[in-house]
């Protein structure tokens, strides 16, 4: 079977499908996902928009974590954060999990008194 | 240089099969679904198609844990997040959602300027991610121990795994004290989510019917006096008992 009826050539010579793939490519899609998360925070006029975002940025955090504490990519051979970042990124998903159920409760409760679940209408405490 | 690309592109297909590394195109496959999706739920206006594309992002991070060899944490990833937390996020959509508030839209200038913002902090990240001349070296492919079996023991607060390169030696602390505060710390949240959304439905048709009739300032303040006085209110049905 000829790869070149399956990928691009281009992206061949880029090596992104023969090359081993390193920490910085991890790196870049947390990149991604954090910084999705914090436009999705920002953008979203949906109190349920802005907890996806919450849970994205969580998540870019956690693939640094995970990239990080992996030994398969580490150059070196190290075994990198070892065991660390993995309990940290398990640590980070519960955190994640806890503050989804908390935010999920105010959110319904912000539902049933303004029938609304638009944060700008959330504006009671204005002065 | 595309003539140039286009000739080592040529070179390049020419390469067997086995020239494909399947770890990078797996990693490839799972990071573009990853951040395909994570993008779709910022530019998506409808709440469940965003709660859909989330489910997808976060199913193609757990396969990106997979291939980097934490393989538990994949494993937690997909029953934790996509098994538990997106569940909860999917029932609130379909509590709160009814067809004027399903979709709200973002005005298109608050919209250019947060890709404004966020492409200024995606190139800041992108120049740290590539500023580390160890953090761009190939992997080496050392593929570790299987890691339930340490981080199970780990919670417990004894450390069967190596020490990481560098690090003084000595007895190494587990994370027996983390582990009890993260699990008051749930129970904790779970009562207080309880206890924060429990007997909503005796106000719901009083605040919808309120805020479909009277201008937005008067049912304002009627909600704030409904909030503080919720015994005051004639005609409202206890479904959950009085407190």
């Given at each position: 079977m000829n790869p070149s009826a399956l990928v691009p050539g281009g992206l061949l010579a880029m090596g992104l499908f023969t090359e081993p793939v390193s920490v910085a490519h991890y790196l870049v899609v947390g990149a991604i996902l954090f910084t999705a998360g914090v436009a999705c925070m920002a953008v979203k006029r949906n109190a349920l928009g802005v907890l996806m975002g919450i849970e994205l940025v969580l998540n870019g955090a956690n693939v640094n974590f995970v990239a990080f504490a992996s030994p398969y990519l580490q150059a070196d051979g190290g075994r990198g954060l070892g065991l660390d970042g993995q309990a940290i990124a398990l640590f980070v998903i519960l955190l994640a999990a806890a503050e989804a159920a908390v935010a999920l409760a105010i959110t319904l409760n912000f539902y049933n008194n303004h029938a609304t679940v638009d944060v700008d209408r959330a504006d009671d405490l204005k002065g | 240089m595309i003539a140039a690309a286009f000739d080592t592109g040529l070179v390049a297909a020419a390469?067997?099969?086995?020239?494909?590394n399947w770890h990078s195109t797996f990693f490839l496959l799972f990071a573009v679904l990853a951040c395909v999706c994570a993008i779709a739920v910022v530019t998506a206006d409808n709440v469940v198609r965003m709660a859909l594309y989330l489910v997808l992002s976060l199913g193609a991070t757990a396969g990106l844990f997979f291939l980097a060899g934490a393989e538990f944490v994949g494993a937690m990833q997909l029953m934790?997040?996509?098994?538990g937390t997106l569940v909860l996020l999917v029932f609130g959509v379909m509590l709160t959602a009814q067809a004027p508030f399903v979709s709200i839209k973002t005005a298109p200038g608050d919209r250019a300027l947060a890709g404004i913002v966020g492409a200024s902090l995606l190139a800041v990240l992108l120049l740290s991610a590539f500023s580390v001349e160890e953090w761009r070296?190939?992997?080496?492919?050392v593929v570790g121990d299987p890691t339930a079996t340490p981080i199970g023991m780990a919670l417990l607060g004894v450390r069967v795994d190596e020490p990481p390169a560098g690090s003084p030696a000595g007895v190494r602390s587990g994370y027996l004290l983390p582990f009890e505060i993260v699990s008051v710390h749930l129970l904790v949240v779970l009562v207080a989510a309880a206890y924060l959304a429990r007997?909503?439905?005796?106000k719901t048709p009083r605040a919808i019917e309120v805020a479909a009739s009277a201008e937005p300032p008067a049912s304002v303040a009627e909600h704030a006096a409904i909030g503080r006085e919720p015994a005051g209110r004639g005609g409202s049905v206890l479904v959950g008992g009085p407190r």
């Open positions: - | 390469l067997p099969l086995a020239a494909i934790i997040y996509v098994g070296k190939p992997a080496a492919g007997a909503k439905r005796r």
